[in-house]
């Protein structure tokens, strides 16, 4: 029996040693290179990956979902800090950082698909929300100075103050979606910004984790990218989300770390 498992096409394809129980990402890039260790699915999993081939997507740690002016969400201002880790290791060992979040214009607002416009127009349905977390639907004022929900240039849609600050203008990637998925087709922001830059392998932090992170996760698994979800930087209200989407991404659509073995490992020259 082979020592060696290879998957996926010529030039694109991952390897397996059985031995080590390592797999290896990096499409023959070897140097550098960075080996976690995965912190679920079977025991005993590494995997190498090449920073230059790599990218960090921060999904939608806006104002919206974070600040305690919009939302109460202990979770997401939970992985916050430990976000902000992985950042700084990202940007020390070579990987691109990508800003991916809700930023509308008056062509979506009219557009959206009406499962989707249903989704963030809750209070036009239950009509039971306080005014602090009042949602009329994409486009709305929400008031108090927040700015049209969701909509590009608004407050709300605006990085979370703590994760604007360690952004960088000047190199980072800031990508607007318009659904659930920042990766719905391949000609979305995120879409063609991945082409561009050549990146095949993508770390997943933000919130909610079993919605638009998930969302955004699995559509790059469908579409042939390699998923790590960073499991302490996601964050999610919803009973039993969290430990779903991990379970899952680990089972299905990739490997799943924690921040402190990210932010621990070491690159290989």
Same mark, same amino acid.
């Given at each position: +029996? ?16 059985? #031995?080590? /129980? ?11 290179? $960075? =080996? ?12 190498? $990956?090449?920073?230059? $081939? ?6 939608? +740690?806006?104002?919206?979902? $974070?600040?305690?002016? =919009?939302?109460?969400?202990? @979770? ?15 940007? #020390? ?18 557009? +959206? ?14 009509? %039971? ?10 486009? @709305? ?9 969701? +909509? ?24 607007? /979606?318009?659904?659930? @998925?920042?990766?719905?087709?391949? #000609? ?42 960073? #499991?302490?930087? =996601? ?9 779903? %989407?991990?379970?899952?991404?680990? /089972? ?6 924690? @921040? /402190?073995?990210? =932010?621990? %490992?070491?690159?290989?020259?």
């Amino acid at each position: +029996m082979a020592k060696e498992l290879k998957f996926g096409p010529p030039g694109d394809e991952w390897t397996f040693d059985k #031995e080590s /129980k390592v797999y290896d990402l990096t499409r023959g890039r070897a140097s550098p290179s $960075l =080996c976690l260790q995965s912190t679920h699915g079977l025991p005993g999993i590494s995997f190498t $990956l090449a920073p230059a $081939l790599s990218a960090l997507v921060v999904v939608d +740690m806006q104002n919206f979902f $974070l600040h305690p002016r =919009c939302y109460d969400h202990p @979770s997401g201002l939970a992985a916050v800090d430990k976000t902000i880790d992985v950042v700084r290791k990202c940007r #020390e060992v070579g990987i691109k950082i990508i800003w991916l979040n809700w930023g509308l214009t008056e062509e979506d607002v009219v557009s +959206m698909p009406a499962a989707t416009q249903r989704s963030f127009s809750r209070n036009l349905i239950t009509l %039971s929300l306080d005014e602090k977390q009042r949602r009329d639907g994409f486009g @709305s004022d929400m008031g108090d100075g927040r700015g049209r929900l969701l +909509m590009a240039g608004s407050w709300n849609a605006d990085i979370y103050d703590p994760l604007k600050e360690v952004s960088l203008p000047e190199s980072d990637i800031f990508c607007d /979606k318009n659904r659930i @998925s920042g990766l719905w087709n391949s #000609e979305t922001p995120l879409g063609k910004a991945l082409a561009a830059n050549r990146i095949r392998t993508l770390l997943f932090t933000g919130v909610n984790t079993d919605q638009c992170v998930l969302g955004t996760l699995s559509d790059a698994y469908y579409q042939g990218f390699d998923c790590i979800m960073v #499991e302490d930087c =996601c964050g999610t209200p919803t009973p039993g989300g969290q430990d779903v %989407s991990i379970y899952n991404t680990s /089972k299905l659509f990739g490997f799943v770390v924690d @921040s /402190k073995h990210f =932010c621990e %490992s070491q690159v290989t020259l």
